[in-house]
């Protein structure tokens, strides 16, 4: 069970936007829009920032706006501020009640 | 308040066994899928397992399968971890986290999590 692809690292400028991405395959992310994203400071409790493709939990700022494109899921980060830098993941359902997060994406604020 | 605290984790040699608990509150505990994710050393975040909110079904990575069991007493609102036969590959912080949307269950992501509880496994 292969993790899903994300990129290593993402870096902006605070008030610039980023994006990462999250490339699965037909069996997960393009298959299901059960896509969602997590911020996870490290010795903290990971945090849902996006559910179901392009969902915002009441409490997170819509700075955070996910998507998705075929086999490919993106979480964007507009207005990047100090407080992002933090690592990132997707997770995605891949069928019979099994899931899969991405290898993680590590957001440093310039 | 949701809280969600685990405990069971420690020290324990490769073959042996351990069993994490997982102590909900502040949420209908019976009516909520919940998952276990583990994090190794210096690694990224790793889906463990998931059950129904009855207890009735759940799903588990597959270098887990056979190996670990996850269970749930609604009655105490504990979700279960036992771990057997545990390898030096399962050393990770193991977390607790509940469904974000209770009918829609894990597919809707994950919207709170516990602290953690690390397990080592090393002779």
């Known amino acids: 069970q292969s993790a899903l692809t994300q990129p290593a690292s993402v870096s902006g400028s605070p008030g610039q936007s980023i994006t990462i991405s999250c490339t699965g395959t037909?069996?997960?992310?393009?298959?299901?829009?059960?896509v969602s994203w997590y911020q996870h400071h490290p010795g903290k409790a990971p945090k849902l920032m996006i559910y179901?493709?392009?969902n915002r939990p009441s409490g997170v700022s819509n700075r955070f706006s996910g998507s998705k494109s075929g086999n490919t899921a993106s979480l964007t980060i507009s207005g990047l501020q100090a407080e992002d830098e933090a690592d990132y993941y997707c997770?995605?359902?891949?069928?019979?009640?099994?899931?899969?997060f991405g290898s993680g994406t590590r957001v440093t604020v310039l | 308040e949701v809280q969600l605290l685990e405990s069971g984790g420690g020290v324990v040699q490769p073959g042996g066994s351990l069993r994490l608990s997982c102590e909900a509150s502040?949420?209908?505990?019976?009516?909520?899928?919940m998952t276990w994710v583990r994090q190794a050393p210096g690694k990224g975040l790793e889906w463990v397992s998931s059950?129904?909110?009855?207890?009735?079904?759940?799903g588990y990575v597959d270098s887990v399968k056979g190996r670990f069991t996850l269970s749930r007493d609604n009655s105490k609102n504990t979700l279960y971890l036992q771990m057997n036969s545990l390898r030096a590959e399962d050393t990770a912080v193991y977390y607790c986290?509940?469904?974000?949307?209770?009918?829609?269950?894990?597919?809707?992501?994950?919207?709170?999590w516990g602290q953690g509880t690390l397990v080592t496994v090393s002779s």
């Open positions: 502040g949420f209908t505990f019976s009516n909520c899928a």
């Open positions: 986290a509940k469904a974000n949307i209770a009918a829609v269950g894990v597919r809707s992501g994950l919207d709170s």
């Open positions: 037909t069996s997960d992310v393009g298959g299901y829009n059960y």
């Open positions: 179901e493709v392009s």
């Open positions: 059950i129904s909110p009855s207890g009735d079904s759940s």
């Open positions: 997770k995605s359902y891949r069928s019979s009640s099994t899931y899969v």
